[in-house]
T-cell receptor, first 116, second 113 residues
Framework: KQEVTQIPAALSVPEGENLVLNCSFTDSAIYNLQWFRQDPGKGLTSLLLIQSSQREQTSGRLNASLDKSSGRSTLYIAASQPGDSATYLC???????????????FGKGTKLSVIP | NAGVTQTPKFQVLKTGQSMTLQCAQDMNHNSMYWYRQDPGMGLRLIYYSASEGTTDKGEVPNGYNVSRLNKREFSLRLESAAPSQTSVYFC????????????FGPGTRLTVT
């Protein structure tokens, strides 16, 4: 059974710092990996999706990398801002088709606080 | 373009009462999902619909039923609510052409007393 782990569970950094959030998964047979942001009391917002054949994806100040063979992904946030404060979740989709293939497995998230 | 919408936003039920959570998407996606999010447990899939006319169980389907009303709408029903169903419920949708990237609604916060 796929397990997704995000460490640390919480992170506090001063504004302007570059930071890295980690995501690890136990089964490397994935179709893709998705990073989400969740603000308190809100739904999830998709940030980046990386296909299993890709090494990284970039969107603005965000860069996500994927090392499928080692079961790891990182989300790099450059020049952090107080508005980046949120919980960041990663989720993986299995590579096989058929029953269960639609089920994303989520990590429990890293709660980020950016201090002004 | 509203994306994924959910109603209601909040609901309080007594044990044994029933209710239906509504979800609609305007992105013409084929696949739709219902998740619950609980502290310490993360997000767990309840049911999904790969395409109009099909539904399948996810990780935690017990106590729930679903209906894919049409391509846009996917509802979740609690027939006899229990305190263990107190949670935040999210609906999501995706499309094969966009690599199944999932888009989420704002959630329904349900309390069962």
């Amino acid at each position: 059974k796929q397990e997704v782990t995000q460490i640390p569970a919480a992170l506090s950094v001063p504004e302007g710092e570059n930071l890295v959030l980690n995501c690890s998964f136990t089964d490397s047979a994935i179709y893709n990996l998705q990073w989400f942001r969740q603000d308190p009391g809100k739904g999830l917002t998709s940030l980046l999706l990386i296909q299993s054949s890709q090494r990284e994806q970039t969107s603005g100040r965000l860069n996500a990398s994927l090392d499928k063979s080692s079961g790891r992904s990182t989300l790099y946030i450059a020049a952090s801002q107080p508005g980046d404060s949120a919980t960041y979740l990663c989720a993986v989709r299995p590579a096989y088709s058929g029953a269960g293939s639609y089920q994303l497995t989520f990590g429990k998230g890293t709660k980020l606080s950016v201090i002004p | 373009n509203a994306g994924v919408t959910q109603t209601p936003k909040f609901q309080v039920l007594k044990t044994g009462q029933s209710m239906t959570l509504q979800c609609a998407q305007d992105m013409n996606h084929n696949s739709m999902y219902w998740y619950r999010q609980d502290p310490g447990m993360g997000l767990r899939l309840i049911y999904y619909s790969a395409s109009e006319g099909t539904t399948d169980k996810g990780e935690v389907p017990n106590g729930y039923n679903v209906s894919r009303l049409n391509k846009r709408e996917f509802s979740l029903r609690l027939e006899s609510a229990a305190p263990s169903q107190t949670s935040v419920y999210f609906c999501a949708s995706s499309e094969r052409g966009s690599s199944y990237e999932q888009y989420f609604g704002p959630g329904t916060r349900l309390t069962v007393t």
